[in-house]
């Protein structure tokens, strides 16, 4: 079984009543259920996706996915680290694509 990656946060949120230093994810793991779902969360909360490699809502609650989290979990992240959650989902997708 792989391991889940670990992304240190720049600066610690509290997440559930706890602070957090570091998220846990894995992206491998992710089905078409878990990519449907993280969408229509984000349609739940009135925010339209757009382009799926360039959308960030679209990034960082897949990235929510990953972890196990909610996504409004992502948006207690500093700028920086919510930034950089997203561009790891955006180029785990592109990684393998034909450009």
């Known amino acids: 079984e792989k391991k889940m990656d670990t992304y240190k946060l720049k600066k610690p949120v509290v997440i ?4 957090t230093t570091e998220l846990k994810y894995d992206l491998d793991r992710l089905g078409g259920k878990d990519i449907q779902d993280a969408i229509n969360e984000l349609h739940r909360d009135g925010i339209a996706v757009g382009a799926l490699e ?4 679209y990034h960082a609650a897949v990235f929510a996915k990953a972890c196990g989290l909610a996504y409004a979990d992502m948006l207690l992240l500093s700028a ?6 997203c561009l790891i989902v955006r180029d785990f997708f592109l990684e393998d694509s034909e450009v």
């Not at 559930?16 to 602070?19: L, Q």
């Not at 360039?54 to 809502?57: P, V």
């Not at 920086?80 to 959650?85: L, R």
């Open 16 to 19: 559930d009543g706890k602070e």
């Open 80 to 85: 920086k680290d919510y930034t950089k959650v």
């Open 54 to 57: 360039l959308d960030s809502n």
